[in-house]
């Protein structure tokens, strides 16, 4: 293991939450909750004035709008997540090519390979540039976490947040773990963790203590020598660049068209099936899925959903899917389906623990255990077609107008706003953009010709092309 601290790892703060405050003014310092708002909708995110109230991810968004009434609820808008997460991105890479994105809002770096860093006081250096940068590029914050190793990296970022830096010293990374809970450690999820306290066993010290033949006897041979080598803080996993394959797809072109609606589901299912099936002959894994319709007349429509992190798991990416035909309309039949994974990865240690533990015991329960924060969509998808992307969208689409919580309007006569509510026929529109103060409000009707759906606004001004500006120096 290396013995300075130039592994970095990045995490935007609260940051589907943090880009709709960066860009609605008056959502600033507020509580905001972003997720799916049909009634079976999900938390994707809240900004942290909405976590003092209890509100977290992964929660029903009934239950979040019970603790948190007077939020701002809010639908997610990938495409402006993506574009920031590609700036973020972007900024990791001038600091060494070895960058390893694990969702939109998180990577690890390994600074060394980039010859950017290679000790305590060059990393630091490295680090608080990188988030003065994301700061000036972006206009959100990010946590940072420096260590000798990924686990504790991932550990030191969390421990920085909000909007910190923290730096975890080789040599004091035991002393660190001992008192922590073993969920802490990669590969420990829900029922890992079960399984070690009935063994007596719940904290990091206390594997370190039970010794290396006990877990291998409560988890079997590949998993428990993987885990006791985590939490005497040896993480010897590299930091791997993505995958050059962009993605893994099936598709099939019928001779008959389909009408029955039980049937395009049935065949959607076994395309995801066959998809994963490619996937895991890869040895990939990936965080978006796609889903491909062609109709009667040829039109052709794209959806997708990005997940939480990379996966190999039929049932999620059968889910997915599922989920994604249902905001398609297949009435007049269709003539082509297709499933397809893209943002590939390769396994996550994670993965491989699951993986090692339901060989090990024969079962699948442990592993689809842990998989559950993975199910869990951004957006909380579940919600209908507010909270799916489209991405590309031919053949004449009949343009619905549907007023999204959340996302931009332009008004021809008061400019670029936002969708602020929707009902009986009216539609509220906040007249503000990220680089104004806190706009004033307007009610229209939903059909009001001077109102239109408008794209994100850049969250920062970019700055002018060309040299230095004068003064400078
Ligand atoms: N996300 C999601 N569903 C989840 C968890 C997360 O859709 N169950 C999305 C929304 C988050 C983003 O992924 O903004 C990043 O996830 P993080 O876990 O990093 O959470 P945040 O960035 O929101 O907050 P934190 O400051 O705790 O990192
Ligand atoms: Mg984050």
Same mark, same amino acid.
């Given at each position: 293991? +290396? ?14 939450? /943090? ?8 959502? !600033?310092?507020?509580? =905001? ?13 809240? /900004? ?31 495409? #402006? ?10 900024? #990791? ?24 860093? %290679? ?57 660190? $773990? ?23 066993? /719940? ?59 039980? !049937? ?6 076994? #395309?995801?099936? +066959? ?47 599922? +989920? ?11 003539? $082509?389906?297709? =499933? ?31 998989? =559950?924060?993975?199910?869990? &969509? ?24 549907? %007023? %999204?919580?959340?996302?931009? =309007? ?7 706003? %936002?969708?602020?509510?929707?009902? #009986? ?15 004033? &409000?307007?009610?229209? !009707?939903?059909?009001?010709?001077? $109102?239109? /759906? ?20």
């Amino acid at each position: 293991m +290396r013995t300075a601290p130039t592994i970095l790892h990045l995490d935007m703060d609260a940051f589907f939450a /943090s880009a709709e405050q960066a860009s609605k003014p008056s959502l !600033r310092g507020k509580a =905001v909750i972003v997720g799916g708002l049909g009634p079976r909708g999900v938390v994707s995110t809240c /900004s942290y004035e909405a976590r003092v109230f209890g509100v977290h991810s992964a929660m029903p968004m009934a239950q979040a709008r019970r603790l948190a009434p007077n939020a701002a609820y809010l639908v997610p808008r990938f495409g #402006l997540y993506r574009q920031i997460s590609e700036q973020v991105m972007g900024l #990791l890479r001038e600091l060494s090519p070895l960058v390893e994105p694990l969702s939109l809002d998180e990577a690890f770096v390994d600074l060394e390979a980039g010859e950017t860093a %290679w000790d305590e006081a060059s990393a630091l250096l490295a680090a608080r540039k990188l988030r003065d940068d994301i700061r000036a590029v972006t206009g959100l914050t990010g946590s940072v976490g420096l260590a000798a190793c990924k686990m504790l990296a991932k550990i030191a970022s969390e421990q920085a947040k909000p909007d910190g830096l923290v730096l975890i010293e080789p040599g004091t990374e035991r002393a660190l $773990l001992a008192p922590m809970s073993v969920r802490i450690l990669p590969g420990v999820g829900p029922a890992t963790g079960d399984h070690l306290r009935r063994g007596g066993i /719940s904290t990091v010290g206390e594997i370190a203590e039970a010794g290396e033949d006990e877990l291998v006897r409560l988890l079997g041979k590949a998993h428990g020598l993987a885990l006791y080598a985590m939490a005497l803080a040896r993480d010897e996993r590299p930091v791997v660049a993505e995958r050059d394959t962009k993605s893994v797809s099936v598709e099939d072109t019928y001779d008959v068209d389909i009408h029955d609606r039980v !049937r395009v589901r049935m065949e959607v299912q076994r #395309l995801a099936d +066959r998809c994963v099936q490619r996937l895991r002959g890869a040895h990939l894994s990936g965080r978006t899925i796609v889903l491909k319709v062609r109709r009667y007349d040829f039109s052709t429509l794209t959806r997708s959903e990005t997940l939480r992190g990379p996966t190999d798991d039929p049932a999620v990416v059968r889910e997915a899917a599922a +989920r994604l035909l249902e905001a398609v309309d297949t009435t007049g039949g269709v003539r $082509l389906l297709g =499933v397809g994974v893209t943002g590939l990865a390769d396994y996550t240690q994670e993965d491989l623990f699951a993986q090692a533990r339901a060989a090990a015991a024969g079962v699948e329960e442990g592993a689809s255990g842990e998989r =559950v924060e993975e199910a869990q &969509v951004g957006g909380g998808a579940g919600a209908g077609a507010g909270a799916v992307d489209v991405v590309e969208s031919a053949g004449g689409e009949p343009a619905e107008r549907v %007023w %999204w919580a959340g996302h931009d =309007v332009r008004h021809v006569e008061f400019g670029h706003g %936002w969708v602020q509510g929707s009902g #009986l026929g009216r539609v509220t529109v906040r007249f503000e953009t990220p680089g104004s103060g806190p706009g004033r &409000v307007k009610t229209f !009707r939903v059909d009001d010709p001077l $109102l239109e /759906s408008a794209e994100p606004l850049p969250l920062v001004e970019p700055l002018p092309a060309g040299p230095a500006a004068p003064g400078e120096g």
